[in-house]
DNA sequence: GATGTAGACAAGTATAAGACAAGTGTTTTT
DNA sequence: AAAAACACTTGTCTTATACTTGTCTACATC
């Protein structure tokens, strides 16, 4: 069976690129470079590399050179995005179904977080494609929600409607036994492992306007953390001991 | 592989801000200096000084200079670091206990994360104040490996050992019901929470040298993330729904 | 006709070296 | 004390060279 130069080409460099000799953010060699290389012309060497562009491995600039294409997971999604927005990513079709819509008085604990008397508290179930995924709920300071109604926050993420820009997020995330109730709004045995998140957002101003906790049960879902480098300095995101 | 040189110097002076030699606060040195240092050309220091801006790592002022841009928020973000580390930070004695030290062949899911038949596979226990809250599993490349022993592995964190400049990890964080093995090495009963991280550790070069797997009791442990929302460089970390 | 080599040219980029304007901080002069 | 002078900085231009990809043409081989 005859062997097709530049298919091999583009298989050697294929293999390259996953194994990571040909890094993002870097440049590859050269045409000039790879033909001598491979001792083929740069028409081969072209033809390898363009069918590797037609499979968005890797990209070129004319002037530049050509480059490993960046994960495209890496440019869309922002720093602090609603796991709504990261579904619709993904294809997966989000909805919301509100269970309770109340103005209370804050608990010790969303008081002390808020620095706020009264709050809103939103608790509803995430479904993904149908299937609840998740059991969320929101607290936030009743002079900041009350404009909202039901329909509102069954329609839009409480981001969109609060009209406030948002500064940062503390995020906290842990393991539990899920509880009866939840156990049943998710559809999962009693007992079973869940993932426990607790988000506190502030605004520009670093003033806390949500507090959220959502439950997600632990064989649906999974935390992708990209630490992107090694630094000597102590970080304040990662594992914490808690009494 | 080609290198273009403003990258190069970009990276080595975002090294520099993220080690603390360039303050927060002071000048750093004017592009005329970084040009005879790097021996380099003026519009090369800017093109890799401008970079650095973009991210929002440093700015500058018309006749006055660059300086390390006021952003604790984001300088900190997602780093690279051992529990240990961070249990040391805050004052509880950190301790390893070696459960097993051999090299073995990959299983599947190794191998198709560190590109390697043949590893070192450890397992050891955590303790806190003597008391165990992790049970980790390390798999590292035998050629990374070899000249390691179980004393070494006790003593010292991989991250030391391997004498490898770190580039980066993705880590997932996960929750389930804990493994009866695990159980009885963490004291805990069968069946109760736990948080499973999964981290693959790369070089510089993008070149995965360390899988490991880190199951924690959830009544000991949570994660924290700060997730700032204005940076742009920074990776981005999530929820992803898994089958 | 598909595949390959060899070459030429245009357009874009990286880098060097330099000139000049404009802003900042310090020092000297008035 | 105010103003001027000076030495420094970044910001923004040129000019030139070397190198890169993008796009051709011409020709050989199977």
Chains 1, 2 share one sequence.
Not at 17 to 43: I, N, Q
Not at 49 to 63: H, I, S
Not at 70 to 90: D, K, N, Y
Request: hydrophobic share 45%; charged share 25%.
């Amino acid at each position: 069976m005859r062997t097709i130069r530049y298919q091999q080409i583009a298989d050697e460099l294929r293999g390259r690129v996953a194994a990571g000799s040909y890094v993002a953010g870097r440049v590859l060699p050269s045409e000039a470079e790879l033909s001598s290389e491979f001792d083929a012309s740069r028409v081969t060497i072209r033809r390898a590399l363009e069918t590797l562009r037609d499979e968005g491995l890797v990209d070129a600039r004319q002037g530049f050179g050509w480059f490993v294409a960046a994960a495209p997971l890496r440019q869309t999604l922002g720093q602090l995005v609603t796991i709504e927005g990261q579904m619709a990513e993904s294809g997966v079709e989000p909805q919301r179904k509100i269970i309770e819509f109340a103005f209370v008085s804050a608990p010790s604990r969303v008081r002390a977080a808020l620095r706020s008397d009264n709050v809103l508290r939103v608790k509803r179930i995430n479904l993904a494609d149908g299937e609840p995924f998740a059991v969320v709920t929101v607290w936030c300071p009743a002079e900041l929600g009350q404009h909202l109604s039901r329909r509102d926050v069954e329609r839009s993420p409480f981001y969109e409607l609060l009209g406030i820009a948002l500064g940062g997020a503390t995020q906290t995330i842990g393991a539990d036994s899920v509880a009866p109730a939840d156990a049943a709004l998710l559809g999962v045995p009693v007992g079973s492992p869940v993932l426990c998140c607790e988000r506190l957002t502030k605004d520009t101003n670093g003033r806390p306007v949500l507090l959220s906790e959502h439950v997600f049960p632990a064989h649906r879902t999974e935390f992708v953390v990209d630490l992107p480098h090694a630094a000597a300095s102590v970080a304040p995101s990662g594992l914490r001991l808690v009494e």
